[in-house]
């Protein structure tokens, strides 16, 4: 027996020399052997865990944590830790200079400017004293979209593009119970086209920003839309919201101006985190970006962050995105639980629990691992066919551990996924 318990953690730590295997006792074992055997619901599809005590530093169990993982959104931790490592505890939100009355400004991917209820920099007062403004993108070299971004996601609020200076976060709004649809801005009002095709709600023409809705079967739900981004619909927005005179002219950033760093980064962080927000992690990455860079090049700061802050990971990963949409991502679980060991460690308890999603309380797992006392703390990830949870389990014996559950090409709905999970959760709750 003690040759069946030790062998499956002697095959790991072929693997990896970054984590040694605690002693856990012969009936903690078979329990989650027994729940995530390949003869079981989880031997069903690819699935990765990882059981870590961060007070010992030993990995306490595993299966397939070597493996590769389509981590949809908790490639947001890669993108939490690379905001708290590298943006401190601000945005830098605009890079500009003066030229007589003409404020000439360089975004930064600030995300803040009327996108829900983040905190507002005094964006008007700051402009108020500029007779003209002139924007330039010249320091923004990634596309609007990611890499192995969905095409179709287009129409979804979760897909909104991305910009150096983004305004509204890049949506329209469809107010509630208003037929035909009023929208906000109202700059994209003469925009809204009737149709009629079998749509129930709002939607936007793949290639322009014209907006079609079905008088007879609309249905009038508050509704956000992406808009398609430019440089020449911002500036007709930007002078909207101001009463400024609004430029666009593609100059390069030079080398000496001035940094306005005006909005808090927690919230921001926070409101990532909760409601798995696609566009601010993206934002974030663009600030990430600049911050290092001073021109904003994704692929570029995630090569940085990689071989910098994150060069000691177990394995290396495929990390494309900012937010998790991308198919290209590909994360082992051993390489989650070292990446959430260093969140660990560098931010506050206070702020962590803050901005987790907690069982049955708060975020994307309000309505999961429900208990009387709260014992899941962490990030979700959700795609077609793939879910996956990283994060933090507390024990009715008072220990805390660190764990990444990961599952890819399932034919089941999440949901079923998550009750499965929730098996393995409550053991190790129960147990350990």
Same mark, same amino acid.
């Given at each position: 027996?003690?040759?069946?318990? @030790? ?10 020399? /970054?984590?040694? $295997? ?7 074992? *078979? ?8 003869? =079981?619901?989880? =031997? ?15 990995? %306490? ?7 590769? +993982? ?6 947001? %931790? +890669? ?27 360089? =975004? ?11 905190? !507002? &920099?005094?964006?008007?007062? +700051?402009? !108020? ?7 330039s993108d010249a320091n923004l070299k990634s596309s609007a979209f990611g890499s192995g971004w969905q095409w179709d996601d287009y129409l979804y609020y ?12 890049? @949506? ?14 109202s700059y994209f009002q003469k925009s809204i086209q009737s149709s009629t095709r079998d749509i129930k709600d709002l939607e936007r023409d793949f290639h ?6 079905? &008088?007879?079967? #609309?249905?009038?739900r508050e509704d956000f839309i992406p808009f398609i981004t430019s440089p020449e619909i911002f500036i007709q927005l930007a002078a909207l919201e101001t ?14 101006? !001035? @940094? ?38 994704? /692929? ?10 994150? $060069? ?10 900012? $937010? ?16 959430? /060991?260093?969140? #660990? ?57 660190? +764990? ?21 959760? *409550? ?6």
């Amino acid at each position: 027996m003690k040759k069946r318990i @030790l062998i499956p953690l002697v095959i790991f730590l072929f693997f990896s020399l /970054e984590f040694t $295997s605690a002693q856990i006792n012969r009936e903690q074992y *078979l329990k989650l052997e027994s729940v995530l055997s390949d003869n =079981g619901f989880f =031997g069903g599809h690819l699935t990765g865990f990882m059981l870590y005590d961060l007070d010992s530093q030993r990995v %306490l169990f595993e299966k397939n944590s070597h493996l590769r +993982f389509t981590p949809a959104s908790t490639t947001k %931790l +890669f993108t939490l830790f690379s905001s708290v490592a590298i943006l401190n505890d601000s945005t830098q939100t605009l890079r500009y200079t003066r030229s007589g009355d003409t404020l000439k400004i360089w =975004g930064t991917g600030d995300p803040s400017w009327k996108y829900l209820d983040l905190y !507002q &920099p005094d964006f008007k007062g +700051f402009f !108020q004293s500029a007779k003209v403004v002139q924007f330039s993108d010249a320091n923004l070299k990634s596309s609007a979209f990611g890499s192995g971004w969905q095409w179709d996601d287009y129409l979804y609020y979760f897909s909104a593009e991305r910009s150096s200076l983004p305004i509204y976060g890049n @949506l329209l709004k469809a107010e509630q119970s208003r037929n035909p649809p009023v929208v906000s801005p109202s700059y994209f009002q003469k925009s809204i086209q009737s149709s009629t095709r079998d749509i129930k709600d709002l939607e936007r023409d793949f290639h322009t920003n014209t907006f079609y809705f079905n &008088p007879k079967k #609309y249905r009038a739900r508050e509704d956000f839309i992406p808009f398609i981004t430019s440089p020449e619909i911002f500036i007709q927005l930007a002078a909207l919201e101001t009463g400024t005179t609004w430029i666009y002219r593609p100059d390069s950033l030079p080398k000496n101006h !001035q @940094l306005w760093r005006a909005a808090p980064l927690f919230p921001i962080l926070k409101e990532m985190m909760l409601e798995s927000d696609n566009f601010l992690a993206e934002q974030l990455m663009y600030m990430v970006s600049d911050r290092i860079f001073e021109e904003i090049d994704i /692929e570029r700061a995630i090569e940085f962050v990689l071989k910098t802050y994150l $060069s000691d990971l177990p394995d290396q990963p495929i990390w494309v995105d900012g $937010s998790g949409l991308s198919r290209y991502n590909l994360f082992t679980p051993r390489a989650m639980v070292a990446l959430f /060991e260093k969140i #660990y460690r560098i931010l506050p308890d206070k702020q962590l629990y803050e901005i987790l999603p907690t069982g049955g309380v708060s975020g994307t797992i309000k309505s999961n691992y429900q208990a009387k006392q709260p014992y899941i703390f962490a990030k979700t990830g959700t795609m077609s066919n793939n879910h996956s949870l990283v994060g933090l389990i507390k024990t009715n014996k008072g220990k805390t551990y660190c +764990f990444a559950f990961m599952n890819s090409n399932y034919p089941h709905k999440a949901s079923e996924i998550r009750r499965e999970m929730e098996k393995v959760f *409550l053991i190790i709750r129960d147990n350990f």
